[in-house]
């Protein structure tokens, strides 16, 4: 089972960027699909974005698409979710999780990533001015 550990998190002002990371170790990230995930206070956890680990395919929530971007350096066992035009309802501790079943991820995601074994500890990212 691979180990993942967020990174990247912090304060931002509206309108800001973040770069988030989930780096895996323990386990060759490429061979697992990523997905990121958000939790709010008082919300129930969210999918926001994830990748396969083979074909490149990506999902995105309406709520971060054209604002977030998700990608994966499988040489550096890190994938990434570059955050822009933040708002303040992006305030969330994100989380990444991994899964080996071949697109398990992109049925998960809207679950809110029920049923996925591997998870970070989460990073905790505040859009305040």
């Known amino acids: 089972q691979v180990d993942l550990v967020e990174s990247g998190g912090g304060l931002v002002q509206p309108g800001g960027s973040l770069r988030l990371s989930c780096t895996a170790s323990?386990?060759?990230?490429?061979?697992?699909?990523i997905g990121w995930f958000r939790q709010a206070p008082g919300k129930e956890r969210e999918g926001v974005s994830c990748?396969?680990?083979?074909?490149?395919?990506?999902y995105y929530a309406d709520s971060v698409k054209g604002r977030f971007t998700i990608s994966r350096d499988n040489a550096a066992n890190t994938v990434y979710l570059q955050m822009n035009n933040l708002k303040p309802e992006d305030s969330a501790i994100y989380y990444c999780?991994?899964?080996?079943?071949?697109?398990?991820?992109?049925?998960?995601?809207?679950?809110?990533?029920?049923?996925?074994?591997?998870w970070g500890k989460g990073t905790l990212v505040t859009v305040s001015s």
């Open positions: 999780a991994g899964d080996r079943s071949p697109d398990w991820i992109f049925v998960a995601i809207m679950r809110g990533g029920s049923g996925l074994d591997s």
């Open positions: 323990g386990d060759i990230l490429d061979n697992y699909d």
């Open positions: 990748i396969s680990s083979s074909s490149g395919k990506t």
